[in-house]
Structure formats: structure tokens, C-alpha cells
């Protein structure tokens, strides 16, 4: 079958246009996948960036709201206050605690004396560091929170 010259130059130049072609073949896959993922990351990237700036510019206003209590947090009755920048900000809650073991929530008017926010995560948190944090944390009840905590 191959004992002419005819029929080996002629498999010469099929397997040479083979090879070829799969060699493009792979070599514009490889390009075209480094090409989608440099992409993608890119994307990726730009998108997280974006979330994470504006999740900074929602922190950033709501602890300047929550740093605004700190004079009125310690006036003998808080609660309206508290009331009102819980719906200024939206709020699920709005409390203080205070290092003697007492607490004042804008929801919870009479926290039962076992309550104890020198425990709680966000307390401590600014305690820790002297100066507004936000700290997520879950509750007592299970649920995924955000506590916006001044010093």
C-alpha cells in the first residue's frame, strides 16, 4: 500500500494537514480559554470591588449615625433618641450597653437584669479596638446580624 513514493508523499501531506490542524485547533483553545479566564477574573474582580466599596459607604454612614448617640446614650432616658435613628437608619435595633451590665434597647425597653452586653460580640469588639466597628455575629434566636458598635 505505501511501497510507492506517490502513496507516501501523498500520507506526508495528509498527516502534515492533520497535525497542523490540530495544533491550531489546540493552540487557539488555549488561547481563547486564557483569553475567558484573565476575563471572567477580571470581571469578577471589578464586581467585588464595586460590592465591597459600597458595603464600606453602608458601614461607613450607618456607624456615623450609630457614633452620633454617644452623648445622648448617656442622658437618663436614651429610648426616643434610640427610636428615632432605628428608623432613620433602618435598623433592626438599636441599644446601648453600658459597662455597668445594664442595657437600653430602642425594642427591648426592659432587658431582664441576666442580660449582660459586656458578653455580646459587638461590645466587646469596641472595647477592644476604642473606636466604631461593625462586627457580624448571630444572635441569641440564631439569626445573621450586624452590629454597628461606637466607644
Known sequence: MLSSIRARVVLACVALVVFSVIS???ADYSIAKSSMEAAIDHDLTSSASEHAGGIGEWIAGKTQ???SLQ???LMADPL??????????GFFDVG????DKTAKFNDWPNPPSSYDPTSRPWYKAAVQTGKPVAIPYVSTSGALLVGLAGR
Do not use: E, H, K, R
Open 71 to 73: 452623648d445622648i446614650v
Open 96 to 99: 446601648v450597653g453600658y459597662p
Open 65 to 67: 449615625m450609630i457614633s
Open 24 to 26: 491550531s485547533t489546540a
Open 80 to 89: 426616643p433618641m434610640l427610636q428615632q435613628i432605628a428608623v432613620a437608619g
